[in-house]
């Protein structure tokens, strides 16, 4: 049986030298330079995985996708989200700071390499066009214009389990970003019974709120997915303690 689209697209990122090389560059400026919280490939895992998850169920919901306004099917509109997913933190390779604009200035040859003989004209330079839009819109402040980019701003800010929250926190030093950060033990992505997604996180510890009200809502509340996406949260079991003294430095 022939290779789908996704398969050969997901075979030709794994196997990318450019963009293995600029994942490790982004965990250089993220991790060793900034002594901030991962922003290579665990995360590209990670992101690939909800956003593939939110986009199954939204279209089981008869939402209508991006790709469509070009007469493009489902697998091309997962195509475009496992390619922004996969490039949306490059630019991280070159500064923390406007990031989302450096990925804008790399990814485009990285995605010409990667649709070498997957996709023929128009549909690739379709492709390209929405892969990038998704990934700028993935910006705080920037509208995504189609379902795809809103999705891949929400999976962004869900890679927040143990530890690994999208607001940037100093590694090993206790603040509220990092102290909230362990608290969210697990991000569930299930059917809703009002809308056709219901985002659940189960935390150990209360101020995993300021994940959710400090990230989360704000990339909810401009991915153009609200109406389409219910959440909730609560502490199950006993509320565990996080830190035991702080003092100021």
Same mark, same amino acid.
């Given at each position: ?9 997901? @075979? ?7 963009? *293995? ?20 490939? !665990? ?5 690939? *995985? ?84 998704? /990934? #700028? ?8 214009? !189609? ?16 530890? @690994? ?9 206790? !603040? ?11 991000? *569930? ?9 219901? /985002?659940?996180? @189960? ?39 996080? /830190?035991?003294? #702080?003092?100021?430095?």
């Amino acid at each position: 049986m022939p290779e789908t689209k996704l398969e050969r697209v997901r @075979r030709a990122i794994a196997r990318s030298a450019r963009l *293995r090389a600029l994942s490790i560059c982004s965990n250089i400026t993220a991790i060793d330079r900034l002594k901030i919280n991962d922003h290579g490939p !665990t995360h590209v895992r990670i992101v690939t *995985r909800i956003a593939l998850r939110l986009l199954e169920l939204l279209h089981r919901a008869g939402v209508r996708l991006g790709v469509e306004d070009h007469g493009l099917s489902y697998e091309d509109a997962q195509v475009v989200l496992v390619l922004g997913a996969a490039l949306h933190d490059v630019g991280h390779a070159i500064h923390r700071a406007d990031h989302e604009l450096f990925s804008m200035v790399l990814a485009p040859s990285l995605l010409d390499e990667l649709l070498q003989g997957i996709y023929e004209e128009p549909a690739r330079t379709v492709i390209l066009a929405e892969t990038l839009h998704a /990934i #700028w819109a993935h910006r705080t402040n920037v509208r995504p214009l !189609t379902v795809e980019g809103g999705i891949l701003k929400v999976a962004d800010a869900l890679d927040m389990e143990k530890g @690994r929250a999208r607001i940037p926190f100093q590694v090993g030093k206790p !603040t509220i970003h990092s102290v909230s950060a362990l608290a969210i033990e697990k991000v *569930r992505i299930e059917p809703g019974k009002e809308k056709p997604v219901h /985002i659940h996180v @189960r935390m150990t510890n209360s101020a995993g709120i300021f994940q959710l009200d400090s990230l989360l809502k704000e990339k909810l509340l401009t991915s153009g997915l609200a109406d389409h996406i219910e959440v909730s949260a609560e502490i199950e079991g006993e509320e565990k303690k996080i /830190i035991g003294r #702080w003092s100021l430095d």
